[in-house]
């Protein structure tokens, strides 16, 4: 068993599993700091060296850049420099209008700062709403920062081929859109995917694993209702709500089981072979706050699903009510019930961020 790479652009490799940073915000219950630094290697030495974060993820960029620090200083340039990481830009809704070039800059100064690197591997860039502001002339800069080596690549968050499209359109080399993509929000095949072929970019698709919710922990459980404390719990909760019942996620828990069982695997490493076997998909990202999972993540890469397999999902699959529409539809939508849990304003105050765009 080895972990599958891929490469979003020469030079540009990734593995196909990336270790999630926005379970480390401290939105998801205490974070040992420590602990979660030291089993960052774990994962490097495993095959997963690229590592997902955002400028908006409080201390996450810094744990990494700590991480990075300590593994040079430890094991030497060579070995250091295999952590590959993805960050993203994310400006905040009510700068959206006034927005300046100097302004994009430092965030990504900042950034490289934080992660105590001299190129950020992918900048991921989202804008919260592309009626305020000149979001193209805006973010032009970005092309200027690759140019200058401060940026080996650009990536787009959180947004379906409608919003990309001008990026395309005014000369941006775009080599992947972060999406949610998972058994339960196959949104990306509403268009999407296609489109992205047609324009040479992949798909980094998070929410897998739907925050946790696609695992054993949650087979044969009742429905907890809409009552966490943990947003992201919140946010996942109502992506199965869109899909159907909690009856019928149960099913879906139940079939991933079953496949599961039969190559000796975790129903959750069923559920993220299904999303990198999907068209255009370069990578599933799978939120880790420590290594514990590790040895049941690295199960993605140990067999392949079938067609028996694919019948059995599709049964549950066919039946779903949704999510319907275009990626991040339903969350654009800031008075709708998924657009009113997130947070749109966490780069004014960085030490005070949370988690907005992503999950």
């Known amino acids: 068993m080895s972990v599958e790479t891929i490469a979003l652009r020469p030079g540009h490799t990734i593995s196909r599993v990336i ?27 495993a095959g997963l060296f690229t ?30 420099d295999r952590v590959c990481v993805h960050t993203k830009l994310v400006p905040d809704l009510t700068r959206l209008g006034d927005l300046r070039p100097d302004e994009v800059t430092a965030i990504v100064d900042r950034s490289l700062q934080r992660l105590k690197i001299d190129q950020l591997d992918l900048v991921q860039f989202f804008w919260w709403d592309l009626t305020i502001g000149n979001a193209v002339e805006a973010l032009d800069v970005l092309k200027d920062l690759r140019k200058e080596g401060k940026i080996k690549n650009l990536g787009t968050t959180n947004w379906d081929r409608q919003a990309m499209q001008p990026f395309v359109d005014a000369g941006f080399d775009i080599a992947s859109a972060q999406v ?11 268009g999407l995917s296609d489109w992205a072929a047609q324009n040479d970019l ?21 429905d907890p209702g809409f009552q966490f404390e943990n947003r992201s719990l919140i946010k996942y909760r109502l992506i199965i709500e869109e899909f159907g019942p909690w009856d019928r996620f149960q099913d879906l828990l139940r079939a991933l089981k079953s496949v599961g069982d ?25 939120g880790a706050r420590y290594a514990r999972h590790l040895p049941q993540t690295l199960q993605t890469f140990a067999f392949a699903l079938d067609a028996e397999d694919h019948a059995t999902l599709n049964a549950v699959l066919d039946q779903a009510d949704g999510p319907k529409g275009d990626v991040y539809s339903l969350e654009r939508d800031r008075s709708g019930r998924h657009g009113r849990i997130m947070k749109y304003n966490l780069n004014t105050n960085p030490n005070d961020a949370v988690h907005g765009a992503n999950g």
């Open 19 to 45: 270790r999630g940073g926005w379970q480390l915000a401290g939105d998801h219950g205490p974070v040992d700091r420590a602990q979660a630094i030291r089993d960052m290697e774990a994962f490097v030495d």
């Open 51 to 80: 590592f997902d974060c955002a400028d908006i993820y409080t201390g996450v960029e810094e744990m990494i850049g700590d991480f990075i620090a300590d593994l040079r200083a430890r094991r030497g340039t060579s070995v250091a």
């Open 180 to 190: 949610q993509y998972s058994v339960l929000d196959r949104r990306p095949a509403n």
């Open 202 to 222: 992949m798909l980094i698709c998070y929410g897998t694993l739907a925050g946790g919710f696609i695992t054993e922990k949650w087979l044969g459980e009742p």
């Open 262 to 286: 039969k190559h000796g695997v975790s129903l959750s490493a069923v559920a993220t072979r299904w999303v990198l076997d999907q068209p255009q998909v370069a990578a599933g990202i799978v």
